[in-house]
């Protein structure tokens, strides 16, 4: 059976237009779920959410009118199209020969899945007919569905995207726009996303590092370029420790591994060091409790935005620390040794908690000058007056 749709351009993205039944859609696409799936760059669906949509479908008063947005490369397309010739906007799609998975689900996940799940009480919910809007992706420009998603959830519907800012820089490897020189920067914020999702009690960073590109989300006290900055140092010190192995690394999809495994060790790594800045400035930090984020879920935090020790000033003038640290002490070494060489410095500071709290004695810094002299402060090389 061939489907009818109109073929045509908005701004720089072809696009295609057309219905389909639900069971045709089911079986030929896919949600590419991050870290789980090659190219993934969205979140696990929400349970609460698609069952929600299946109560709703359930009361057989329901109706869909907006689009399911799927992404196909023009390469498959043109597998799968055939034209008419009095008319250059209509097209025709004929699935009878495919068996794989042609489309990716960029938007419409969870009416799918609330939808498969209903079906399981009505198989006539097979053949619902949904209005489907097709990206044409050009070859290696997996991105632009990125692109598409992030302005549909950043805009539309102020989901949270901070998944995509990360998976953008895996993209940027696999689109050759990325080399082994520029590791740090994916690094980074492959190190920001884990100490953002790590819900330990004894990780003072988790939903600390503003990710989204979303700017009016409530959660989080630093930007995640401040703290990319602020770890880049760090993680120089990882490459450099692991130069031989980077030079080996010949495809993309190494890169990608290699980069998030790092991440990993590095946020473990970070999340330690941090452990003993809370025990020794205790209370400039929160006990763990949780706040309601924009999406009205619950998140867990333990940083204090009444003291700049996680802000901006705290989170480089202590990082920059444990880099001089990695590098002038300890040859580019993680291990135990630099940690302990670090609680000895960060314990025999002069600083105590109250010159962290905003508008005291640290206050009026803002420059990388001023977070060097912040970290001699810490390690009592300089001298400072103390606002009471």
Known sequence: MKFPAIKYNQSNYRLVSTVLPFNLINRLSKTLIYGKDEGGYQREQD????????????????????????AIDEVKFQEIVSYDHDNKSLVYLNFEKINDIVFRVVDGQHRLLGIQNAILKDELLEELQLQISIILTPANKRSIE?????????KAKRLKTDLIELAKYDYRIIENKVGKDELNQHIAINTAFYLNENFTSSNVWQNAIKIDIHGEHKIGIIGVKAFSEAISGIIASYLNKDSNKISSLDVSNDLIIYSRNTAKELSEFIIKAWQIVYKKWNNTFLDPHKIIDID???????????????????????????HDLLKQKFGNKFNQEVLLEFEKIIFESKLNDSDWLLGKTLSGISSESGFNKVSRIIKNEEDFIRKE
């Open 296 to 322: 009205n879920q619950y998140k867990s935090i333990i940083y204090n935005p009444s003291f700049y020790i996680q802000k901006t000033l705290g989170c480089k003038s202590i990082n920059y620390i444990l």
């Open 146 to 154: 990125m692109e598409i998603f992030s302005n549909i959830n950043s």
């Open 47 to 70: 349970q609460k959410h698609f069952l929600n949509i299946k109560k709703y479908i359930e009361t057989n008063d329901f109706i869909f009118p907006n689009s399911i947005i799927l």
